[in-house]
C-alpha cells in the first residue's frame, strides 16, 4: 500500500509540475486576449475601465473581484499583463488544488484519495480532445490555467468542503454565501457547478430544517453581494442565454470519443447509490446530468456549460472506489481499471506536452497530436498604441485588445454592447469586396480608426491606407493616411 501511495503522489506532484511548465509558457489560444484585455484596462482605471475589447463606456461580466485584483497588481508593481496573468495562474492553480484535498477529505481519510483524485480530475476524460474553460482535462487546463474559470472552480472545491464539516454553525453558511457570491461574480459557469454542488452537500447531509434557514440566510447575504458589485448588473445576466446557445453547441457533439472514459466514475457511482442512496456524489451527478440532458432536450446549449457538475462527481467516484471500504480484492480489479483508464486519458492528451517543452523533443507520435498555439499579435506593438481603434475581422480581434487597443467590433459575444450588431456589420462591410472607397472612409471616421489590420494584399491600393508591417501568416498592418 506504501508504495502504490508514493506511486500516486509522484504522478500527481509531475502532473502539477507539468501545468506549472504551462504557466510559464502560458500558450495563447481561445479566450486569453478577453482576459489579458480585462487587466490591461483595469491597469488604466480601476474605477472607470470602460468596455474592454471597444472603445465603449459599458459595463462588463468581465470585471470580477478577481479581475480586479489582478488589474490593481498591474496597476501597483507595473507587471507586463501577461506576468500579471502567469502570476494569476499560480495563485488560482494552487487554490484549485488545496480545494481538491479539502473536499476530497471530507469524503475519504485515505491518504493517497486526494492525489489520485486530482489524477481522475485531469486525465479521466475521453480519447478525443477537448478543451473549454471550466472542465478540468489536462489539456483544457493547460490552455486556460490563466482564466478566472480556474480559480472559480478551485474556489467552489472549498465552498463544497466548508459545509461539509461538522458543526456547520450559522457563520460557516455565511461565509459560504459570501463565496458563493464570489465564485458567481468570478466566472458564471462555474458558479452554476458550485450551486448545484452546495445544492448536493445539503441533500445528503439530510439537513433539517435549522439548516435549511441557515443556507436560506446564506443565500440571501450571498443575493446582496451580487446586488452591490459595481461593475455590472449580474442579474442582468439573466437575459443573456439565449445569445449564448449558438457558442455552446459543440458541447453537445462527440459526446462518446470525448468522455467515454467518465463512465468508470460512472459504475463507481452506481456502487457509491447501492450502499448510500443519498450519497452526495451521486447526487451531485444526477443534478448536474439532469441540467445538462435539460440544455440538449430544449435546445439551451449554454446549459451545457454545467456538465462539470456531473463529471466532477463521477471522477471523484472513481478515485474514491479505489481506497474505498470494499473487500482487498474488489479494490484490486478498481485499481487496474482505473489505471488503464487513467493511461489512456493520459496518451490521450499527450499532445499537450508540446506545450511545456519543445516540441523537437517530443517522440514524432506525440508530436503529431501537439496543436500549434496562436501567434499572437505582439508584432504591432510598436506602432500601434494603447486606447488606439484597430479595424480587424474576428479573429484578430479576439487577440488585439489584449495589447492595450481597441477594435471596431468585439472578437467576443457581449450582451451590455448595445450596438454590436452594427459594429459587426461595419466590419463586414469594410473588408468587402468591392467596397467603395467613401464606405471605407465612413466606417473609418465614424469609429475613429487608426489601424487596419488584414490577412493578405486585399487592401493594397486602397485609397488612405499606408502599409507599415507585415506579421506572421501574411498579415498585414496599414496606417490609417487619408
Given at each position: 500500500?506504501t508504495?502504490?501511495?508514493?506511486?500516486?503522489?509522484?504522478?500527481?506532484?509531475?502532473?502539477?509540475?507539468?501545468?506549472?511548465?504551462?504557466v510559464?509558457?502560458?500558450?495563447?489560444?481561445?479566450?486569453?486576449?478577453i482576459?489579458?484585455?480585462?487587466?490591461?484596462?483595469l491597469?488604466?482605471?480601476?474605477?472607470?475601465p470602460?468596455?474592454?475589447?471597444?472603445?465603449a463606456?459599458?459595463p462588463?461580466p468581465?470585471?470580477?473581484?478577481?479581475?480586479?485584483l489582478?488589474?490593481?497588481?498591474?496597476?501597483l508593481?507595473g507587471?507586463s499583463?501577461?506576468?500579471?496573468?502567469?502570476?494569476?495562474?499560480l495563485?488560482a492553480?494552487?487554490?484549485?488544488t488545496?480545494?481538491?484535498?479539502?473536499?476530497?477529505?471530507?469524503?475519504?481519510?485515505?491518504?493517497?484519495?486526494?492525489?489520485?483524485?486530482?489524477?481522475?480530475?485531469?486525465?479521466?476524460?475521453?480519447?478525443?480532445?477537448?478543451?473549454?474553460?471550466?472542465f478540468?482535462?489536462?489539456?483544457?487546463?493547460?490552455?486556460?490555467?490563466?482564466?478566472?474559470s480556474?480559480?472559480?472552480l478551485?474556489?467552489?472545491?472549498?465552498?463544497?468542503?466548508?459545509?461539509?464539516?461538522?458543526?456547520?454553525?450559522?457563520?460557516?453558511?455565511?461565509?459560504?454565501g459570501?463565496?458563493?457570491a464570489?465564485?458567481?461574480?468570478v466566472?458564471?459557469f462555474?458558479?452554476v457547478v458550485?450551486?448545484l454542488?452546495?445544492?448536493?452537500?445539503?441533500l445528503?447531509?439530510r439537513?433539517?430544517?435549522r439548516?435549511?434557514?441557515?443556507?436560506?440566510a446564506?443565500?440571501?447575504?450571498?443575493?446582496?453581494?451580487?446586488?452591490?458589485?459595481?461593475?455590472?448588473?449580474?442579474?442582468?445576466?439573466?437575459?443573456?442565454?439565449?445569445?449564448?446557445d449558438?457558442?455552446?453547441?459543440?458541447?453537445?457533439?462527440?459526446?462518446?470519443?470525448?468522455y467515454w472514459?467518465?463512465?468508470?466514475?460512472?459504475?463507481?457511482l452506481g456502487?457509491?447509490?447501492?450502499r448510500?442512496?443519498?450519497?452526495?456524489?451521486?447526487?451531485?451527478?444526477?443534478?448536474?446530468?439532469v441540467?445538462?440532458?435539460?440544455?440538449?432536450?430544449t435546445?439551451?446549449?449554454?446549459?451545457?456549460?454545467?456538465?462539470p457538475?456531473?463529471?466532477?462527481?463521477?471522477?471523484?467516484?472513481?478515485a474514491?472506489e479505489?481506497?474505498?471500504?470494499?473487500?482487498?480484492?474488489a479494490r484490486?480489479?478498481?485499481a487496474?481499471?482505473?489505471?488503464?483508464?487513467l493511461?489512456?486519458g493520459?496518451?490521450?492528451?499527450?499532445?499537450?506536452?508540446?506545450?511545456?517543452?519543445d516540441?523537437?523533443?517530443?517522440?514524432?507520435?506525440?508530436?503529431?497530436k501537439?496543436?500549434?498555439?496562436w501567434a499572437g499579435?505582439?508584432?504591432?506593438?510598436?506602432?500601434?498604441?494603447?486606447?488606439?481603434?484597430?479595424?480587424?475581422?474576428k479573429?484578430?480581434?479576439?487577440q488585439?485588445?489584449?495589447?492595450?487597443?481597441?477594435?471596431?467590433?468585439?472578437g467576443?459575444?457581449?450582451?451590455f454592447?448595445?450596438?454590436?450588431?452594427?459594429?459587426?456589420?461595419?466590419?463586414?462591410?469594410?473588408f468587402s469586396?468591392?467596397?467603395?472607397?467613401?464606405?471605407?472612409r465612413?466606417?473609418?471616421?465614424?469609429y475613429?480608426?487608426?489601424?487596419?489590420?488584414?490577412?493578405?494584399?486585399g487592401l493594397?491600393?486602397v485609397?488612405?491606407?499606408?502599409?507599415?508591417?507585415?506579421?506572421p501568416?501574411?498579415?498585414?498592418?496599414?496606417?490609417?493616411?487619408?
Amino acid at each position: 500500500m506504501t508504495g502504490r501511495l508514493w506511486t500516486t503522489r509522484v504522478a500527481a506532484l509531475v502532473l502539477l509540475l507539468l501545468l506549472l511548465l504551462a504557466v510559464v509558457r502560458l500558450p495563447w489560444a481561445g479566450d486569453l486576449g478577453i482576459h489579458a484585455a480585462t487587466v490591461e484596462r483595469l491597469r488604466h482605471s480601476l474605477t472607470d475601465p470602460g468596455n474592454p475589447l471597444v472603445d465603449a463606456d459599458t459595463p462588463s461580466p468581465y470585471y470580477s473581484p478577481w479581475t480586479v485584483l489582478l488589474g490593481a497588481l498591474a496597476e501597483l508593481t507595473g507587471f507586463s499583463v501577461f506576468v500579471v496573468l502567469r502570476i494569476g495562474a499560480l495563485m488560482a492553480l494552487g487554490v484549485l488544488t488545496t480545494g481538491v484535498w479539502r473536499y476530497v477529505r471530507t469524503l475519504s481519510g485515505h491518504p493517497a484519495a486526494p492525489p489520485l483524485a486530482l489524477l481522475c480530475l485531469v486525465l479521466l476524460w475521453g480519447t478525443e480532445e477537448f478543451s473549454w474553460s471550466g472542465f478540468l482535462g489536462f489539456h483544457s487546463l493547460a490552455l486556460t490555467v490563466a482564466y478566472p474559470s480556474v480559480l472559480a472552480l478551485g474556489l467552489a472545491f472549498h465552498l463544497w468542503a466548508w459545509p461539509a464539516r461538522r458543526p456547520a454553525g450559522r457563520w460557516v453558511w455565511a461565509g459560504c454565501g459570501v463565496l458563493w457570491a464570489v465564485i458567481l461574480l468570478v466566472h458564471q459557469f462555474s458558479g452554476v457547478v458550485a450551486s448545484l454542488g452546495v445544492l448536493a452537500v445539503v441533500l445528503g447531509s439530510r439537513a433539517g430544517w435549522r439548516v435549511w434557514g441557515r443556507l436560506g440566510a446564506g443565500l440571501v447575504l450571498g443575493l446582496v453581494v451580487l446586488w452591490a458589485w459595481p461593475y455590472y448588473d449580474f442579474f442582468a445576466l439573466l437575459g443573456a442565454g439565449d445569445g449564448m446557445d449558438a457558442v455552446h453547441r459543440s458541447l453537445y457533439r462527440e459526446l462518446p470519443g470525448r468522455y467515454w472514459l467518465v463512465l468508470v466514475g460512472v459504475a463507481a457511482l452506481g456502487v457509491r447509490w447501492w450502499r448510500n442512496r443519498r450519497d452526495v456524489l451521486v447526487l451531485f451527478f444526477a443534478l448536474g446530468a439532469v441540467v445538462f440532458v435539460a440544455g440538449g432536450v430544449t435546445g439551451h446549449w449554454s446549459w451545457g456549460r454545467a456538465l462539470p457538475a456531473a463529471l466532477i462527481p463521477a471522477q471523484l467516484a472513481a478515485a474514491l472506489e479505489v481506497v474505498g471500504p470494499g473487500r482487498r480484492a474488489a479494490r484490486t480489479v478498481w485499481a487496474c481499471v482505473l489505471g488503464a483508464a487513467l493511461a489512456a486519458g493520459a496518451w490521450a492528451q499527450a499532445g499537450t506536452l508540446g506545450y511545456v517543452v519543445d516540441r523537437g523533443l517530443l517522440p514524432g507520435v506525440v508530436e503529431a497530436k501537439y496543436r500549434e498555439p496562436w501567434a499572437g499579435y505582439r508584432w504591432i506593438t510598436p506602432w500601434v498604441g494603447y486606447g488606439d481603434v484597430v479595424m480587424a475581422r474576428k479573429f484578430p480581434s479576439r487577440q488585439i485588445p489584449a495589447y492595450g487597443a481597441y477594435t471596431v467590433a468585439p472578437g467576443y459575444p457581449d450582451f451590455f454592447l448595445r450596438d454590436e450588431g452594427e459594429r459587426a456589420g461595419a466590419v463586414r462591410a469594410y473588408f468587402s469586396e468591392g467596397a467603395e472607397g467613401s464606405v471605407r472612409r465612413g466606417i473609418l471616421r465614424e469609429y475613429g480608426v487608426r489601424w487596419v489590420v488584414d490577412r493578405g494584399d486585399g487592401l493594397r491600393g486602397v485609397e488612405g491606407l499606408r502599409v507599415v508591417a507585415r506579421g506572421p501568416g501574411g498579415e498585414v498592418l496599414y496606417a490609417v493616411v487619408g
